[in-house]
């Protein structure tokens, strides 16, 4: 009886330290998958304006929860909006989003300050980013952006960031494509078939702009629900006059190109 008594005692004592122990490794387990979080930075001028003030207005997608994958997001994501908000011949020197912003409204006070009997018209810079596409193998963010700093018009375009979802390294089309003259070769007879310019004739044909008479993917390529959206701002293959050009390619088409989706 004792020795019954004895063996059942050593088995709830080994069950309970096993249950202890099962319970303290599902406590320590962390949550360690990528996250974004929007954050939304603005300021304005402090100098006298009436209904329309310069102003910088960011709503951006933060990256958070694994640090090094998230850094590197995250500064990628900042060293593109320093190429976007600036006023001179070079960005400026800014380390955050708040020196940003106050660089960009510091420029124009400068100017209304040296100039003081001139009417300056306010100047803007929008910025808003989202993740449109997220796999385990790719981040594709969209930075959708417009500014102005006086003259006839400002300047609004988008921007993808492609990232390697597990890394955060940003992606080049190398990376995404199995063979890039294959995939161009392919894009420029879609080009060509949804803009109407013959096969015997230059790319330029119908008034584009392609540097060389030759045809080049865009700066800029996309994915998206429906495919690979090609995506040329205004000025890169255009006129202003003319805006953006897009060219969606079906992932049913897109897929023998590519190495990663």
């Given at each position: 009886m004792i020795r019954h008594s004895l063996l059942l005692f050593t088995a709830l004592l080994v069950f309970s330290c096993g249950k202890d122990k099962e319970e303290k490794?599902?406590?320590?387990?962390?949550?360690?998958?990528?996250?974004?979080?929007?954050k939304h930075y603005a300021q304005k001028t402090t100098l006298p304006c009436t209904d329309r003030c310069t102003n910088v207005d960011?709503?951006?997608?933060?990256?958070?929860?694994?640090?090094?994958?998230a850094d590197s997001i995250n500064k990628k994501i900042f060293g593109v909006l320093r190429q976007i908000i600036f006023f001179g011949e070079k960005p400026y020197d800014a380390s955050n989003y708040e020196d940003l912003m106050a660089s960009f409204i510091g420029s124009y006070e400068e100017l209304k300050k040296k100039f003081p009997q001139d009417?300056?018209?306010?100047?803007?810079?929008?910025?808003?980013?989202?993740?449109?596409?997220?796999?385990?193998?790719?981040i594709n963010i969209k930075v959708n952006h417009y500014t102005f700093t006086g003259g006839a018009h400002g300047y609004s375009g988008d921007r993808s960031l492609l990232f390697n979802a597990k890394t955060g390294r940003t992606l080049a089309y190398a990376d995404i494509f199995k063979d890039q003259n294959a995939f161009k070769a392919f894009a420029e007879k879609k080009f060509r078939a949804k803009f109407k310019i013959p096969?015997?004739?230059?790319?330029?044909?119908?008034?584009?702009?392609?540097?060389?008479?030759?045809?080049?993917?865009p700066q800029n390529i996309f994915f998206t629900k429906d495919g690979l959206l090609l995506y040329y701002n205004a000025y890169e293959i255009a006129s202003y006059a003319e805006q953006q050009k897009e060219l969606v390619i079906p992932y049913t088409e897109a897929d023998a190109f590519l190495k990663m989706k």
């Open positions: 490794v599902t406590e320590e387990t962390v949550d360690t998958t990528l996250q974004f979080e929007d960011i709503s951006i997608p933060v990256a958070g929860n694994t640090p090094v994958v009417e300056m018209v306010p100047w803007e810079a929008k910025v808003k980013g989202t993740v449109d596409y997220k796999t385990d193998s790719i096969a015997g004739k230059g790319i330029n044909a119908t008034g584009l702009m392609f540097e060389n008479e030759t045809f080049a993917l």
